[in-house]
Nanobody, 124 residues
Framework: QVQLVDSGGGLVQAGGSLRLSCAAS????????MGWFRQAPGKEREFVAA????????YYTTSVKGRFTISRDNAKNTVYLQMNTLKPEDTAVYYC?????????????????WGQGTQVTVSS
């Protein structure tokens, strides 16, 4: 059973930065595609970014391109989401997710394991 622990959220002013981390245990992390999703109050969970098992391919939703960077350290079983130039509309609970096929997708139902979420609040 894979366990994912999200951390790094917090309160930040617009224009600021945060780095989220997701530590994995109990599985073969280096074989998994990893993703970040977010869910704002009253909204559906949405895709933010994903990364291939090697880290060689990354994918982003349009609204975060150029501001967010997903990366991973397979030696540490950890995936990161560096978030720069944050906007109030980025406020949400952020979740990391793992999928075991090695082909990261953009749909939540493509992922097999989820972290507990970490709150990101951006004030204007």
């Amino acid at each position: 059973q894979v366990q994912l622990v999200d951390s790094g959220g917090g309160l930040v002013q617009a224009g600021g930065s945060l780095r989220l981390s997701c530590a994995a245990s109990g599985g073969s992390f280096s074989y998994y595609g990893m993703g970040w999703f977010r869910q704002a109050p009253g909204k559906e969970r949405e895709f933010v970014a994903a990364i291939s098992p090697s880290g060689g391919s990354t994918y982003y939703t349009t609204s975060v391109k150029g501001r967010f960077t997903i990366s991973r350290d397979n030696a540490k079983n950890t995936v990161y989401l560096q978030m720069n130039t944050l906007k109030p509309e980025d406020t949400a609970v952020y979740y990391c997710a793992a999928e075991v096929t090695g082909i990261p997708g953009t749909r939540a139902d493509q992922y097999d394991f989820w972290g507990q979420g970490t709150q990101v609040t951006v004030s204007s």
